[in-house]
C-alpha cells in the first residue's frame, strides 16, 4: 500500500492568496483526519470524516478554513483568503474501522504539507 | 475534558542503552486507547505501539514496550538498545470511542540518541 498521500509537500504563498491542500487516504480506510502541527500549539484536529461526511469539524479555526470529501479516495483542506499566522505543517491521517464497529483505531499519516504564508 | 500530558520536553540517552519517556492522561471513561507516534526529522508521523485501555498486558513491539499503569493514569514508553535512528519527538495519544475518533495528543519528548 502507498499510504497517505499528500500534495503539495511544500507550499509558499502570499497574505490574502487562496491555498489548497490534498490528500488520498489510504485504500478502504473510512475516516480521514485532518490536522495542522505548530511550535506553539502542538497537533490539533482540524476537521475528521467518516465515510466522506463531515463528523467534527470544531477544530477548524475559522470560516476561512474549509474541507471536502468528494468521494473516499480524495479530500482537500482549502484556506481562502490566506493569512501568515496559518503557516504551519498540515497533516492528512486515515484509519479503518472494521465492520460491526470493533476495530483498531490507529490513525496512518501522510507526510504533511509544509504552508509558508508570507 | 481529557487531556494529555508529557513532562519531559527533551531528553538524551546514549546508544545501546534504555530511556523511559513518560505520559499521563485524564479521563473518566473506562474504555479507550492510548498510542505511541515517533516523528523524526522527515517530519512523518509513525505509528510505535498502542495499547487498550481493557488489557492489563503490557503491549511490546521489538525493542519498545510500555509501562500502562491503569489506576495512576500513566503510560509510558521504554525504549530499550537505543538506536541513533530513535532520534525523533515522541508523541503519546489518547482516544475515547465514546467521544468519537478524536486524537488527543500530548505537546512531545524530543529523543535525542547520542553516540
Known amino acids: 500500500d502507498a499510504g497517505v498521500i499528500q500534495s503539495p509537500r511544500h507550499e509558499v504563498t502570499e497574505m490574502g492568496q487562496e491555498v489548497t491542500l490534498r490528500c488520498k487516504p489510504i485504500?478502504?480506510?473510512?475516516?480521514l483526519f485532518w490536522y495542522r502541527q505548530t511550535m506553539m500549539r502542538g497537533l490539533e484536529l482540524l476537521i475528521y470524516f467518516n465515510n466522506n461526511v463531515p463528523i467534527d469539524d470544531s477544530g477548524m479555526p475559522e470560516d476561512r478554513f474549509s474541507a471536502k470529501m468528494p468521494n473516499a479516495s480524495f479530500s482537500t483542506l482549502k484556506i481562502q483568503p490566506s493569512e501568515p499566522r496559518d503557516s504551519a505543517v498540515y497533516f492528512c491521517a486515515s484509519s479503518l474501522r472494521t465492520s460491526g464497529g470493533v476495530g483498531s483505531y490507529e490513525q496512518y499519516f501522510g507526510p504533511g504539507t509544509r504552508l509558508t504564508v508570507t | 475534558a481529557q487531556t494529555v500530558t508529557q513532562s519531559q520536553p527533551e531528553m538524551s540517552v546514549q546508544e545501546a542503552e534504555t530511556v523511559t519517556l513518560s505520559c499521563t492522561y485524564d479521563t473518566s471513561e473506562s474504555n479507550y486507547y492510548l498510542f505511541w507516534y515517533k516523528q523524526p526529522p522527515s517530519r512523518q508521523m509513525i505509528l510505535v505501539i498502542r495499547?487498550?485501555?481493557?488489557?492489563?498486558q503490557n503491549a511490546t513491539e521489538n525493542r519498545f514496550s510500555v509501562n500502562f499503569q491503569k489506576a495512576a493514569k500513566s503510560f509510558s514508553l521504554k525504549i530499550s538498545d537505543s538506536q541513533l535512528g530513535d532520534t525523533a519527538m515522541y508523541f503519546c495519544a489518547f482516544m475515547t470511542p465514546a467521544y468519537g475518533q478524536n486524537f488527543v495528543f500530548g505537546p512531545g519528548t524530543r529523543l535525542s540518541v547520542l553516540p
Open positions: 485504500s478502504g480506510h473510512d475516516y
Open positions: 495499547q487498550e485501555a481493557y488489557k492489563q
